[in-house]
């Protein structure tokens, strides 16, 4: 069974820090790895995704993640965050064959301090 | 396109009540997933259709429960008779097959069961 752990339900980063939320995932074969994003009373809003190629994939916002196989890990990263950054991260896998259901982590609460 | 689109958006309904919940995914898409997301639970899959049939309804709670998907532009998730435990934010999403461009999560219908 596929699995996603994001270890922290919170982080809190200085405005114009570099940020990273963790995920570490468990599926059979190779795994498509999604970030997705969720403002508050709103749905979860794609950012990002890993599905081959080069392990460093950049997304909206100017979010970026790092897949490492060997430590099964996917974590989301920038540079410098905003305030406007802070949301409830969700981590997501999916085995690249068979079932294209994806399970979520629990999520991570970014908060930004001014 | 309008993305996914649910209504309503607000819910309020007494204890016992029946309630209907609608999606209608982007166009195109094959797949349609209804999940319910709570803080205690997070994000958890309640059903799953492709090419408008069911093919995973193991996320169904209970039989209050129930999914369909009568065209390719509609679906209902219904809950009778409702109770206060059913309380939770509900989104549909939907993807085309494989996934490589992620799923996208309609802004959802929050539920309170009085």
């Known amino acids: 069974a596929q699995s996603v752990a994001q270890p922290e339900d919170q982080v809190n980063v200085a405005e114009g820090n570099p ?63 905003l305030v406007s950054d802070s949301a409830l991260y969700f981590c997501a896998v999916r085995p690249s064959g068979g079932s294209y259901i994806p399970t979520f982590g629990r999520g991570t609460s970014l908060i930004v301090h001014p | ?54 093919i995973d309804d193991s996320g169904m709670p209970e039989d209050r429960f129930s999914a369909k998907m009568p065209n390719a532009s509609f679906s209902t998730l219904k809950i009778q008779p409702s109770e206060p435990r059913d309380s939770a934010v509900y989104f549909c999403a939907s993807s085309l097959e494989g996934a490589y461009y992620g799923y996208t999560f309609g802004s959802g219908t929050r539920l309170t069961v009085v």
């Open chain 1, 19 to 81: 940020l990273t939320v963790k995920c570490t995932y468990s599926v059979s074969g190779n795994p498509y790895l999604f970030w997705y994003v969720q403002y508050p009373n709103r749905g979860l809003q794609f950012l990002l995704k890993y599905i081959t190629g080069d392990n460093l994939v950049k997304g909206s916002y100017g979010f970026e993640a790092e897949f490492n196989k060997s430590q099964t890990s996917f974590h989301l990263k920038k540079p410098s965050a």
């Open chain 2, 1 to 54: 396109d309008a993305g996914v689109i649910q209504s309503p958006r607000h819910e309020v309904t007494e204890m016992g009540q029946e309630v209907t919940l609608r999606c209608k995914p982007i166009s195109g898409h094959d797949y349609l997933f209804w999940y319910r997301q709570t803080m205690m639970r997070g994000l958890e899959l309640l059903i799953y259709f492709n090419n408008n049939v069911p």
